[in-house]
């Protein structure tokens, strides 16, 4: 009973790093989706993927790319590292009917020095 | 473009005392509407959902909403709270049925006093 699995928990960069958070889930869900939550701001969506093979842009995209190969993977990338993206990142999957709720994983705690 | 209003950042309520957290929403269509609940250092939990029907919603662990379209508002109640309800709270809006992402409140910390 997996669900929404993310690595790492939690790591630190230095500024101009790369990484890549990951994200997967075994639920078969169609509808994958990036957040990141910085305190008092509640959570702001980076992208999100209706399907293997197609992605797109949210409310919160510049600095990140992301990528679905398949159903169950979602990694998001951090190309150059930036202080402002300091925060915690978290992934959701969900069937992308209305009704349903998204289902979200624990979360990536990323600080940018 | 949808919204959500938190109107409080912090509530403390006596254990055992009843609860309710305010939310006001933004939205064109009829809303799809959801309340989250994440404990420290965790993900988002799903209290209880609505998109139609029923304007009084139960979730899990006692607690209940009301969505009044009048007043674009869906408050999350609990008649008597315990101190592990002590978290962070998120209302939330999906538009498009929530297929291109929720739009979230900043939060409201419950802080329960013995």
């Known amino acids: 009973n997996a669900g929404v699995t993310q690595t790492p928990k939690f790591r630190i960069l230095k500024i101009g790093q790369s990484m890549?958070?990951?994200c997967t889930q075994d639920m078969n869900h169609n509808y994958m989706y990036w957040y990141r939550q910085d305190p008092g701001m509640g959570l702001k969506l980076i992208y999100y993927s209706v399907g293997a093979g197609i992605t797109d842009k949210g409310e919160v995209p510049n600095g990140y790319n992301v990528s679905r190969s398949t159903t169950e993977d979602f990694?998001?990338?951090l190309e150059l590292a930036a202080p402002s993206q300091t925060?915690?990142?978290f992934c959701a999957s969900g069937p992308g009917l209305g009704n349903q709720p998204q289902h979200f994983g624990d979360g990536t705690r990323l600080s940018i020095l | 473009a949808q919204s959500v209003t938190q109107p409080d950042i912090h509530i403390t309520v006596s254990e055992g005392a009843s609860l309710e957290l305010r939310c006001n929403y933004s939205y064109g269509a009829t809303?799809?509407?959801?309340?989250?609940?994440q404990s420290p250092g965790q993900g988002?939990?799903?209290?209880?959902?609505?998109?139609?029907?029923d304007t009084l919603v139960q979730g899990i662990k006692g607690f209940e909403a009301e969505?009044?379209?009048?007043?674009?508002?869906?408050?999350?109640?609990?008649?008597?709270?315990h101190w592990s309800d002590a978290a962070?709270?998120?209302?939330?809006?999906g538009a498009g049925g929530g297929a291109d992402g929720l739009t979230f409140g900043k939060?409201?910390?419950?802080?329960i006093q013995p």
């Open chain 2, 67 to 81: 969505f009044k379209r009048s007043q674009s508002s869906f408050n999350l109640r609990k008649p008597s709270v």
């Open chain 2, 88 to 93: 962070e709270y998120f209302c939330a809006v």
């Open chain 2, 107 to 111: 939060g409201t910390h419950l802080i």
């Open chain 1, 75 to 77: 990694p998001l990338r």
């Open chain 1, 20 to 22: 890549t958070l990951q």
């Open chain 1, 87 to 89: 925060s915690v990142y």
């Open chain 2, 31 to 37: 809303p799809y509407l959801f309340w989250y609940v």
């Open chain 2, 44 to 53: 988002l939990q799903l209290l209880l959902k609505y998109f139609s029907g």
